[in-house]
């Protein structure tokens, strides 16, 4: 069966919105959507078929203080304004179909690193809450975002210690994917200053946490390269914006958001058959 794989990176899973709108518009529904971060809740709007909804809210937002900004550490402890962004525009301002979503067929499973074990956890989206709290989780980088608690378990952003989940569709029988990355080709991962910092910090309260951050660069180029593989023996198709069109993941640019999301549901389109294929 056929899997749509999506990874991270804040802003720049806007490319990911465009093939995801292409797939809408052609009518393609994966029956497996499993990503961690930006990309997975992006992906929601998917499974929901609300094409552009994505596009809009980042375009409409990207500059609003309420929705990413100093001043909601003051209400959310957050760079982003939690309350905002993960409850006022799903539910009030672009309402999220609950009722295409739930209906669908589509199983949509959403990446969270555990704080106290260190070890990613796959959440069943359908279980979804209207604070859209897994969302909020998955996208939890550290000092950027506070630890999010769900049923008692404290958990950061899913791309910590999965951050392109191919294995875990694969485990969970998946053989054909269609993996969206967020980085162009060659791009490869060093270890970030923000890191060694959060690796620092944390590493009194949750100590299970500090390899991953200290190795989450190796764990990502080591998983690219696996993809690549995949795509190499007929198992996977790469779809992944160029050089020319990538964006910071905190890009405030709107013409060069505007543009990779157009780049993103062009090369879906480029690509149909393939992605058809991988549904057959």
């Keep these: 069966m056929g899997a749509l794989i999506l990874e991270g990176g804040t802003f720049r899973p806007i490319f990911s919105s465009g093939v995801m709108d292409a797939l ?26 609300q094409r552009k909804r994505n596009y809009d809210i980042l375009m409409n937002h990207r500059h609003d203080k309420r929705y990413v ?43 969270v690193t555990n704080v106290e074990t260190g ?28 630890v999010i608690h769900i049923n008692g378990k404290g958990y950061y952003d ?34 970030s200053k923000a890191n060694v910092v959060a690796a620092r910090h944390l590493k009194k309260k949750y100590p299970r946490l500090v390899e991953p951050l200290l190795t989450r660069h190796e764990l990502y180029n080591e998983t690219v390269q696996y993809c690549e593989q995949l795509e190499k023996d007929g198992k996977a198709l790469i779809l992944r914006p160029t050089l020319e069109v990538q964006i910071d993941s905190f890009e405030k640019d709107l013409q060069k958001i505007e543009r990779i999301y157009q780049f993103g549901y062009q090369e879906a389109i480029k690509h149909i058959d393939e992605i058809k294929t991988l549904l057959k």
Aim: charged fraction near 25%.
């Design 24 to 49: 809408i518009d052609q009518g393609i529904e994966f029956p497996y959507v499993i990503g961690v971060s930006a990309g997975i809740t992006d992906g929601f709007s998917y499974v929901s078929k």
């Design 69 to 111: 900004g100093m001043r909601n550490y003051l209400t959310d402890k957050s760079l982003f304004g939690l309350k905002f962004a993960y409850e006022t525009i799903p539910n009030e301002l672009y309402p999220f179909d609950w009722e295409t979503f739930l209906n669908s067929p589509t199983t949509i499973k959403v990446g």
């Design 119 to 146: 070890e990613c956890e796959y959440l069943d989206g359908k279980q979804l809450d209207k604070q859209c709290t897994m969302l909020k989780a998955t996208c939890a980088i550290p000092f950027a975002f506070p």
């Design 158 to 191: 899913g791309g910590i210690c999965d951050p392109i989940p191919v294995r875990k569709a694969m485990e969970d029988g998946h053989d054909k994917m269609l993996i969206v990355l967020t980085r162009p080709k060659g791009y490869q991962k060093t270890l």
